[in-house]
């Protein structure tokens, strides 16, 4: 427990540029609760704070207790300063496979190409990374356009496998992009060269669909990659529960982002048995094994990831519902600093 190590409040303190904060880890350890503690944490200092959901299946209405839905931003009733969207892709996901058969069926006919679109089309839109990608590219979209609308932006991400394969995709994305636009260019000046009628092709060209939607979606994807690059910007944070699975998870995942370049905050550990909860709840058999077992595994953790450990969440005795509780929640992940350990 050496002097440096950062709690969660010092850790953001000392990096007070940070604009985009995303919670990770796997299903169900407490991504949601945590990125609703930081948020409120945000707000009730003052700051305009925007907490976005990007998970499919939503719960932001249902921990705040208020009607959250739609797919736009809504105040948060009960807390000032904290907006709140559950983004919605299924519009965006539509969208995408208009778009894509348009742009197939215009790139086939203009190759001469003899077969029908709609097999092509079928195949791209029913890959799963189709609508991962709609969700990632709804996440750039929401830090390019509402980055100056707000202080923070909090993002609750679905598991963060998708989290982390949407960033590989955006790397492998932009390396074929390039590749793209370099034989976009070649054709098309080709066809300028071997055609008698420059003028009109030249025409044609201005308009080529496809250039013009490479070229957007390089541009954005540069943008990206820099934002999600960028340590004075952007943190993960994982969440992980006192127990084999999520911790096996959250080290994985550590590793994986680093990988990729983009900078981790350091991990939340969530749903802690403290005496206190003991003490709360009458102190069952069932708890008594409990705490026994978790010991194991606080014991990993401290071994293992104890200078990253950012806070430690107690076990509530009820679930986390509604304003109060998400208060009392960010007030507990704020206040907590290295020499308290695990509350044991
Ligand atoms: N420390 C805690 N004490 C009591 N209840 C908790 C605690 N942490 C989380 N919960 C409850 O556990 C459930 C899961 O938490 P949460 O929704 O934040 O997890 P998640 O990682 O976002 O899940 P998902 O992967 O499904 O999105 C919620 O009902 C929440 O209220
Ligand atoms: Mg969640």
Do not use: C
């Not at 604009?19 to 990770?24: A, H, P, S, W």
């Not at 790139?107 to 077969?115: M, N, S, Y």
Request: hydrophobic share 45%; no cysteine; proline share 4%.
């Amino acid at each position: 427990m050496s002097g440096n190590h950062e709690s969660l409040k010092k850790f953001l303190e000392n990096r007070s540029s940070i604009r985009y904060i995303f919670t990770g880890g796997k299903g169900g350890v407490g991504k949601t609760i945590s990125a609703a503690g930081i948020a409120a944490y945000f707000a009730l200092k003052g700051e305009k704070v925007l907490l976005a959901s990007l998970n499919p299946v939503h719960s932001l209405s249902s921990l705040f207790n208020q009607d959250l839905s739609g797919g736009v931003i809504k105040p948060v009733e009960g807390i000032e300063n904290l907006w709140a969207i559950e983004v919605d892709i299924t519009e965006k996901v539509m969208r995408y496979k208009k778009q894509l058969s348009e742009r197939l069926r215009w790139f086939l006919k203009w190759a001469d190409i003899p077969v029908k679109a709609d097999e092509f089309v079928d195949i791209a839109a029913t890959n799963p990374a189709f609508e991962e990608s709609a969700m990632f590219d709804e996440t750039v979209d929401i830090m390019l356009e509402k980055g100056s609308e707000f202080d923070r932006i909090i993002f609750d991400t679905a598991a963060v496998a998708n989290a982390v394969r949407l960033l590989g995709l955006n790397k492998i994305y932009g390396l074929w992009l390039e590749r793209m636009i370099e034989s976009r260019k070649e054709a098309l000046s080709l066809r300028v060269k071997l055609s008698f009628r420059k003028e009109k092709v030249m025409e044609e060209i201005k308009k080529d669909p496809m250039m013009k939607d490479l070229l957007e979606l390089n541009e954005k994807i540069r943008k990206a990659t820099e934002i999600f690059g960028d340590p004075n910007k952007t943190v993960f944070f994982f969440v992980t529960l006192p127990l084999a699975l999520p911790i096996a998870v959250v080290k994985r995942f550590i590793k994986m982002v680093e990988g990729f370049n983009i900078p981790t905050g350091g991990v939340i550990v969530n749903s802690v048995l403290t005496k206190k909860t003991l003490e709360l709840g009458e102190a069952t058999d069932y708890l008594k094994n409990k705490l026994v077992e978790q010991e194991r595994y606080l014991e990993i953790i401290k071994r293992d990831l104890w200078p990253q450990v950012r806070t430690v969440i107690p076990l509530y005795p009820r679930e986390i519902i509604g304003v109060e509780s998400v208060i009392k929640l960010s007030e507990d992940m704020f206040n907590w600093e290295p020499s308290m350990g695990f509350y044991q």
